[in-house]
């Protein structure tokens, strides 16, 4: 049980069968400087990964590889086991169709109200199915993301900052991902709003079994629905493990996360 | 067998076998044993078929291996369409079934399209009101615009030096190129297709006045106008479009800086004074064409050319070209700032907005230069 997490960081990914992501030597480079050198991690089947680091330790940058948007300088990615590194186009599709992503922001289709942004993936994907078909299955996603029935036919610009993410979540979920992607999904919502939404991840997980990326800065949502967490600092992965393991090892910046003032405070309402 | 949540496939894949039904009929009503992978992949086409099927008494789900929620909203909605009830459903499958059955809501769809006639009437109706609302809107813009303009000369303080002079940048200097380029190439063509006409009657040698006069009254500070509509016009609605998309603007009021004398006047006061400078650089190019064709075609040396130039174009064309441009300028900012300043909610808006200044500005410049034209004849500036 009491395995260091600093440990499992370097070693003991080395032949993790059940990984759905693997990143192996990840560097990632903005002009001169690194954000990202010899990175390593492994995502398992099933789990909910909470991925957290400081300001501009590279979370989103190390989302933004493995689904392809950035161009690592060296490094392998592999996601269900494929490299997603100089793939050809036919391969990504059949990766792309297996995931979801949502955004920070949510980055909903403005022009495209709802109903018809949850539609986009499925209609790319499966272009044979009807639009009744489609217009039931985007209308049950809508209301399992947690959002009432007459948004469906609302814009992004008439939506508040909740429910643009409710209807991210609902169009990343489309197409029944095996592997969902989050970035900071309760980023800016109020704590009930963040909570519900930890409640929907949890349970959505619960029921389809998808394996969660999350990249987070809420401890609440660390505490209440991961796995394991991930810790990006220094251009790495520098510990992951179950936040009881993370929360005994010693490194000064996972000790100040987890045992400053607010981890205190969220550990205790998780205990 | 048992259920596994789609998910957990893994490498094996989706490609397993695909989803299939039979119906029975036994003694207690009809059933519908339903077997294979009920995801979503390959599902479409039985969607249609299921919608068929009627006088259902039981799903039978013993024979599913996978199942997500697409295949677990289809086995739903035929099961509350016929009214059967679902046996043998595996614990994960009851699970997405429950899900799918919270999640189903009534829909309630948008109000139907209403008659052809009416809509047209209707949308008739709404492009005369925007037309009125735009322009008085504009209107009220402009004078705000001019009270902000007045407040900034009582507080010179107030003027934002640097953004103005960062405009002088981008709207004059920046566009000398290409507003060289083609006023140098219209002045060669001008020359070439008046040289052609006027050599029918002789009277070849007037190509000159042709040039010099047509440079300096229309063409110069026209084409400039053009060109400025398209390249500042547009990009000052982008700019603001974008900064309002972006709350920056509501940022800036809520510091109390106002966005009419941080944002838009400077651009204005930048395209009203820089407007007459590039005319008039653009007027001395298409001249410069012109002579070179003069020079090279007809044989005329080019000191005789700016002689001819110096006794053909009277002062007044002139005073003319200057005296319009700064207020084409005027039109062309005002309609940028303008539509940048109205783009709410969405991206697509900022393109809409965008094009609509262009047009704008290059039809009102456009008009007011044929006003002008009858203006200054009829005061006697031939």
């Known amino acids: 049980m009491a395995t260091d997490p600093l440990r499992n960081a370097e070693t003991d990914h080395q032949n993790d069968k059940d990984a759905v992501i693997s990143v192996r030597g990840l560097t990632n480079r903005f002009g001169d400087f690194a954000v990202h050198q010899d990175l390593d991690l492994d995502v398992r089947r099933g789990e909910i990964l909470g991925v957290v680091g400081g300001s501009g330790t590279g979370k989103s940058v190390l989302m933004r590889s493995i689904i392809g948007l950035q161009m690592p300088a060296s490094g392998d990615i592999r996601v269900f086991g494929e490299s997603m590194i100089d793939r050809d186009e036919d391969e990504a599709e059949a990766v792309r169709r297996r995931w979801g992503v949502l955004f920070q922001g949510g980055a909903l289709f403005s022009t495209l109200n709802v109903l018809e942004n949850v539609q986009v993936p499925l209609k790319q994907f499966y272009p044979d199915f009807d639009k009744r078909l489609l217009d039931e299955i985007a209308r049950y996603k809508i209301t399992m993301s947690g959002l009432p029935a007459e948004a469906a036919y609302k814009y992004p610009s008439e939506l508040s900052g909740g429910m643009k993410k409710r209807a991210g979540l609902a169009r990343a979920l489309a197409m029944d991902p095996d592997l969902l992607f989050l970035d900071e999904p309760t980023a800016g919502l109020d704590p009930i709003g963040a909570a519900a939404f930890d409640e929907l991840t949890k349970s959505l997980q619960d029921t389809m079994g998808h394996t969660v990326f999350l990249i987070t800065h809420d401890l609440d949502t660390l505490h209440s629905i991961c796995d394991r967490v991930a810790v990006l600092a220094d251009k790495k992965v520098i510990a992951i493990g179950t936040i009881d393991e993370l929360i005994a090892c010693d490194h000064p910046w996972i000790h100040e996360y987890f045992s400053g003032p607010r981890g205190r405070m969220a550990s205790k309402s998780h205990i | ?382």
């Open chain 2, 1 to 382: 067998m048992p259920l596994v949540p789609a998910a957990q496939l893994g490498q094996t894949g989706r490609m397993g076998e695909a989803a299939s039904y039979t119906t029975l009929d036994g003694d207690n009503g009809r059933t519908l044993r339903l077997s294979g992978d009920w995801v979503i992949a390959g599902i479409g086409l039985l969607s249609n078929d299921l919608r068929g099927e009627d006088g259902l008494t039981t799903i039978d789900l013993g024979d599913v291996r996978h199942m997500d929620t697409v295949g677990a909203w289809l086995i739903h909605r035929t099961a509350i369409s016929t009214g059967a009830h679902i046996q043998n459903a595996s614990a994960n499958a009851a699970r997405l079934l429950e899900e799918v059955g919270e999640a189903d809501r009534p829909d309630r769809e948008p109000p139907p399209h209403r008659n052809a006639i009416i809509s047209g009437l209707e949308e008739l109706g709404d492009a005369v009101s925007l037309a009125i609302g735009s322009l008085s809107g504009l209107l009220a813009f402009f004078g705000r615009l001019v009270r902000a303009f007045f407040a900034v000369l009582i507080n010179p303080r107030r003027i934002a030096w640097r953004e103005l002079v960062t405009r002088f940048e981008v709207i004059g200097v920046r566009a000398l190129g290409i507003i060289g380029l083609m006023s140098f190439l219209i002045g060669i063509v001008i020359a070439q297709q008046g040289s052609v006409q006027l050599r029918q009657f002789g009277a070849e040698i007037f190509t000159v006045n042709l040039i010099g006069r047509l440079t300096f009254r229309e063409l110069g500070v026209l084409m400039t106008a053009i060109m400025v509509a398209g390249r500042s016009g547009s990009a000052f609605a982008a700019q603001l479009g974008t900064m309002k998309l972006t709350e920056e603007i509501d940022a800036m009021r809520t510091i109390g800086v106002s966005p009419a004398e941080a944002l838009i006047l400077p651009r204005m006061v930048a395209t009203v004074l820089m407007m007459p400078l590039l005319g008039f650089y653009a007027s001395i190019l298409a001249l410069i064409g012109g002579g070179l064709f003069v020079w090279t075609v007809m044989d005329m040396p080019p000191i005789t050319y700016v002689q001819r130039i110096r006794e053909v174009v009277p002062i007044t064309d002139f005073y003319i070209g200057m005296i319009k441009a700064p207020v084409f300028g005027a039109i062309i900012a005002l309609a940028g700032c303008y539509q940048g300043m109205q783009v709410e909610g969405n991206a697509e808006e900022v393109g809409k907005r965008t094009t609509a200044a262009v047009v704008q500005a290059i039809f009102m410049v456009i008009v007011l230069d044929a006003m002008f034209a009858v203006f200054f004849s009829s005061i006697g500036w031939n």
